[in-house]
């Protein structure tokens, strides 16, 4: 199976994964017609067999974000899971948490925002054998967690 990874941020990180593989990654700002035409034709690009899978609106402790901020977070995020609906792509959510325990800190304690991005990068970069931004970073290690799990579900 192939997994679709998007982290949807203002600047949004994806990656395609494949048997535990990093195929192609890069990030895409869909605020603008251009960059959701990119987005669709990403999106339309995969086989059919993909399931795309988005990182959740994560839970914030009030005074660390505006509510703006979210709002706009949750329009890309569900604009993504449009584009890959309209495809017939199978759509999968998972908290920020979920992956990142698994990732990067392995369950220890959460090291905050600025050190788990630094991780992400560095983990991406061992991964992919590539420097990408943070976006791009979180998009790859969603998406080897969620090849990672799918491949621990799979029955013989």
């Not at 509510?67 to 017939?88: D, K, P, S």
């Not at 392995?106 to 990068?121: A, T, W």
Request: charged share 25%; proline share 3%.
């Amino acid at each position: 199976m192939t997994i679709l990874s998007i982290d949807p941020g203002k600047t949004s990180g994806w990656a395609i994964v494949r048997a535990g593989k990093v195929v192609e990654s890069g990030e895409l700002r869909i605020d603008s017609r251009k960059g959701l035409e990119e987005a669709q034709w990403l999106v339309h690009w995969l086989s059919r067999d993909t399931m795309v899978v988005i990182e959740d609106v994560g839970y914030i402790s009030a005074g660390k974000v505006r509510i703006e901020t979210m709002h706009h977070l949750g329009v890309r995020a569900g604009a993504w899971a449009c584009l890959a609906r309209q495809r017939g792509l199978e759509v999968q959510w998972v908290h920020p948490n979920t992956w990142q325990r698994a990732m990067l800190h392995r369950g220890g304690r959460n090291p905050g925002r600025d050190m788990l991005k630094r991780l992400s990068v560095a983990r991406a970069r061992q991964e992919s054998g590539r420097v990408l931004g943070e976006n791009a970073s979180d998009a790859v290690c969603l998406g080897l967690w969620a090849d990672r799990e799918m491949s621990n579900h799979v029955k013989p």
